[in-house]
């Protein structure tokens, strides 16, 4: 099954936050798992390397035959042949297209001299220079050299991340490394005191290395590692995989079935493209849960369609940014899906790593909300293996030559420094890879989160207000984000830095975390004027209000869906005492948690347009509660283009004019009238607010009709039915 691609940055729960969790009962891993020595059988792992030069064959063959030979009698805790470990790890290389000669050498002698089958001498007249530098970078200590366990651990890390600064591929070495090893952690939990031996690796796995591998925008490996990790980290695994199993096997025929028609659609249509049904990896819904604070089987309830994911690489004479644009339009019109949004468009700007797509979001009829990814081959390449992707068609030494990432040169400083015990190297290490340092006027340093903005910057230090924001000498937006090294000056302003509204736009967690502490202190009075505030800038998207919305009939059963689906969230904040029992009824209490800052607002917003939208075409489809709707516009000052303007803003929020027509006289105003056919009063006020808007700084007298409840005729004039009208408002 091919996975999916998703890029947010999460933190996991602080390490000694699932230390206490976790070791209640250890041991009821080994009792779920039900394991056993005799859980293990094993064949012989043959090398694959079919794909690799001749020269470089040669060399691997010759290498496995000295290491065979060395290793005969070898075997590994969980009783299967030495030899196999490495040469998984070098197939496991090849599969991803690595082609590295040194890194597929090392691959296979990477633990030769820790264990002794062979010294650096040997490895260097047998591989060669490069291969010796990375397989004495894996290489630990001996416990000979240091018998004290913290210490000898402490020296191993600081080694291997002084190794790592110096040869990226290194980190990749031990990526792959881990990822095999994971093998034989079950058996752990069949030796007595070993039982939490799994659980102290996992912590290692999603700490370090996928915390690394995540940095170096290595998706692939990341979500892998962290996998194999959250079968031991995640307390509630038994639970969730069966939620996950079950989200996978919802609908997936349907989804196949749309996949293979978009896949007909491309091909008559001359579009040369791969296109897939995707499934998301538990880990990414585990991110994605934990950004969200709700459980698995409450987000995939909410989102039955979340794990699925189709996705769509054009190749061949098609690879280009414009046949991205082009396949997509072909999907959207092809019926196989009713199109929704973009929620993320990169093409022609990467993102962090060099990630490139776009991405889109469609309804399948009956079944839910599915995203679709757009993007090239050499793109997809990138998406997949980020600064590894570099490497992957020539030598990583070429191929990263000019790749120094900051935060591992940061890293290494530190470590360097000594006097770092091996848990606080662990704990230091997310610390810095997920952070930038950024700067005050008079050089204070500030460290925030590798994505943050201004705002985060400003409520980092302890701003209570914003007005002018300057970066590096320069006005910016509030939204501006920051990159290592930038200068920073925030003016005090009138505008209020603790307010939900802010959720929009910061992302760095701690900054949000003093968002949500601040506002709890405000009374309840505040907090839902706040709410109100929070959810008219997401709900302005759509030329709506929350006031327009909490009363409408026409959405009710989205509202009692989305409060029965976050009613674990509302106990628990009533448990906090956060809010209280009398303060919980109905839309309030939606309005009350995005004042608290509790609410995920654009997620509540997109969720409501996709409900909203559904019963309009159900209304439309049985002709329900037909309305004719007019508006005459007088306009000053007549501009070029005014009208296209207006219709592509309609158009946003679905509005298809019915009739329409204009007059421009020659002292240079115009008349203009449209008519519609709407099916909802909430359109209605959407088409009103849109005018007010839009028309609002640009000289122009807007007078609003209506025609209540009466079947518009199909040749009937425009100027007529604004006769027929009953004029409820001037503007």
């Given amino acids: 099954m091919v996975i999916s691609v998703t890029r947010t940055i999460t933190r996991f729960p602080a390490v000694s936050e699932g230390l206490r969790r976790y070791q209640a009962d250890v041991c009821c891993r080994a009792r779920h798992q039900q394991v056993s020595p005799s859980s293990?059988?094993?064949?012989?792992?043959?090398?694959?390397?079919?794909?690799?030069?001749?020269?470089?064959?040669?060399?691997?063959?010759?290498?496995?035959?000295?290491?065979?030979?060395?290793?005969?009698?070898?075997?590994r805790m969980s009783g299967e042949s030495e030899i196999n470990h490495p040469r998984r790890i070098l197939n496991m290389m090849v599969?991803?297209?690595?082609?590295?000669?040194?890194?597929?050498?090392?691959?296979?002698?990477?633990?030769?001299?820790?264990?002794?089958?062979?010294?650096?001498?040997?490895?260097?007249?047998?591989?060669?220079?490069?291969?010796?530098?990375?397989?004495?970078?894996?290489t630990k200590l001996s416990n000979k050299i240091e018998r004290e366990p913290d210490v000898?651990?402490?020296?191993?890390l600081t080694n291997w991340i002084v190794a790592a600064h110096a040869e990226l591929r290194v980190p990749v070495l031990k990526a792959y490394d881990n990822l095999d090893n994971w093998r034989d952690k079950p058996i752990f939990l069949t030796i007595s005191g070993k039982e939490g031996k799994p659980y102290e690796h996992a912590l290692e796995t999603l700490f370090t290395y996928a915390l690394m591998m995540d940095a170096f925008g290595c998706w692939w490996l990341r979500v892998r590692l962290e996998d194999e990790a959250l079968v031991y980290y995640d307390r509630d695994y038994s639970k969730n995989i069966k939620a996950y199993r079950a989200a996978v096997n919802y609908g997936y025929r349907r989804v196949e079935g749309v996949v293979e028609g978009i896949r007909q659609v491309l091909a008559a249509n001359n579009i040369e493209a791969t296109v897939t049904h995707q499934v998301r990896h538990y880990s990414e819904v585990f991110r994605k849960c934990q950004k969200r604070d709700v459980s698995m089987e409450a987000l995939l309830k909410a989102l039955p369609l979340y794990l699925h994911y189709i996705s769509i690489?054009?190749?061949?004479?098609?690879?280009?940014?414009?046949?991205?644009?082009?396949a997509r339009g072909v999907v959207d019109v092809s019926g196989q899906i009713t199109p929704r949004t973009v929620d993320l468009n990169n093409l022609s700007e990467a993102r962090q790593h060099g990630y490139r797509a776009l991405h889109t979001r469609g309804v399948i009829p009956r079944l839910g909300e599915i995203m679709i990814g757009y993007t090239t081959a050499s793109f997809d390449r990138v998406n997949r293996f980020g600064l590894i992707a570099q490497g992957i068609d020539f030598k990583f030494c070429q191929g990263w030559a000019e790749q120094d990432p900051v935060w591992l040169a940061r890293l290494h400083d530190v470590v360097r420094r000594g006097g770092l015990t091996a848990e606080e190297i662990r704990q230091t290490i997310p610390k810095i890879v997920f952070s930038i340092?950024?700067?005050?006027?008079?050089?204070?340093?500030?460290?925030?989160?590798?994505?943050?903005?201004?705002?985060?910057?400003?409520?980092?230090?302890?701003?209570?207000?914003?007005?002018?924001?300057?970066?590096?000498?320069?006005?910016?937006?509030?939204?501006?984000?920051?990159?290592?090294?930038?200068?920073?000056?925030?003016?005090?302003?009138?505008?209020?830095?603790?307010h939900p509204v802010w959720l929009l736009v910061v992302h760095d967690p701690a900054a949000a975390a003093k968002i949500r502490s601040c506002v709890r202190d405000r009374s309840l009075r505040e907090l839902m004027s706040m709410g109100e505030e929070a959810l008219n800038a997401v709900l302005s998207q759509l030329y709506l209000t929350w006031n327009?919305?909490?009363?409408?009939?026409?959405?009710?059963?989205?509202?009692?869906?989305?409060?029965?689906?976050?009613?674990?969230?509302?106990?628990?904040?009533?448990?906090?005492n956060v809010i209280h029992r009398s303060d919980i009824y109905g839309v309030r209490l939606i309005q009350l948690l995005a004042g608290l800052g509790e609410l995920d607002i654009e997620r509540f917003a997109r969720k409501f347009r996709l409900i909203y939208e559904q019963?309009?075409?159900?209304?439309?489809?049985?002709?329900?509660n037909k309305i004719g709707f007019a508006i005459e516009a007088l306009v000053y000052n007549d501009a070029p283009g005014l009208q296209a303007q207006i219709e592509q803003g309609?158009?946003?929020?679905?509005?298809?004019?019915?009739?329409?027509?204009?007059?421009?006289?020659?002292?240079?105003?115009?008349?203009?009238?449209?008519?519609?056919?709407?099916?909802?009063?909430?359109?209605?006020?959407?088409?009103?607010?849109?005018?007010?808007?839009?028309?609002?700084?640009?000289?122009?007298?807007?007078?609003?009709?209506?025609?209540?409840?009466?079947?518009?005729?199909?040749?009937?004039p425009c100027e007529r039915c604004l006769e027929r009208g009953v004029e409820i408002s001037m503007l």
């Fill in 650 to 716: 309609l158009a946003t929020i679905g509005v298809s004019i019915f009739k329409n027509s204009n007059y421009v006289k020659p002292d240079g105003t115009a008349r203009l009238a449209y008519v519609f056919r709407i099916h909802s009063n909430l359109q209605r006020v959407q088409i009103k607010r849109h005018f007010e808007q839009f028309l609002k700084d640009k000289g122009v007298i807007v007078r609003l009709l209506k025609i209540d409840g009466e079947e518009l005729e199909k040749d009937e």
């Fill in 152 to 156: 000898r651990e402490a020296k191993n």
């Fill in 313 to 326: 690489v054009l190749e061949g004479k098609s690879e280009s940014l414009v046949a991205c644009h082009t």
């Fill in 615 to 624: 019963d309009l075409l159900e209304r439309v489809e049985h002709h329900r």
């Fill in 548 to 576: 327009d919305i909490k009363d409408s009939t026409q959405i009710a059963r989205f509202f009692r869906s989305f409060l029965s689906n976050n009613q674990a969230q509302f106990l628990a904040l009533i448990r906090q």
């Fill in 437 to 498: 340092p950024v700067f005050s006027p008079s050089g204070e340093e500030t460290r925030v989160s590798a994505d943050a903005t201004v705002i985060d910057y400003a409520i980092m230090t302890d701003h209570d207000s914003i007005g002018r924001v300057f970066v590096n000498g320069e006005a910016v937006a509030y939204s501006q984000q920051l990159v290592h090294g930038d200068i920073v000056t925030v003016e005090a302003g009138e505008q209020p830095l603790y």
């Fill in 40 to 75: 293990f059988s094993f064949m012989e792992e043959k090398l694959n390397t079919r794909s690799l030069t001749k020269e470089t064959q040669k060399k691997v063959w010759r290498l496995n035959r000295l290491l065979t030979a060395r290793m005969h009698d070898r075997l």
């Fill in 95 to 138: 599969a991803d297209s690595i082609r590295d000669e040194a890194l597929l050498l090392a691959a296979l002698a990477h633990d030769a001299i820790e264990d002794g089958y062979m010294n650096a001498d040997e490895i260097e007249a047998c591989c060669g220079v490069e291969a010796r530098r990375l397989v004495e970078g894996e």
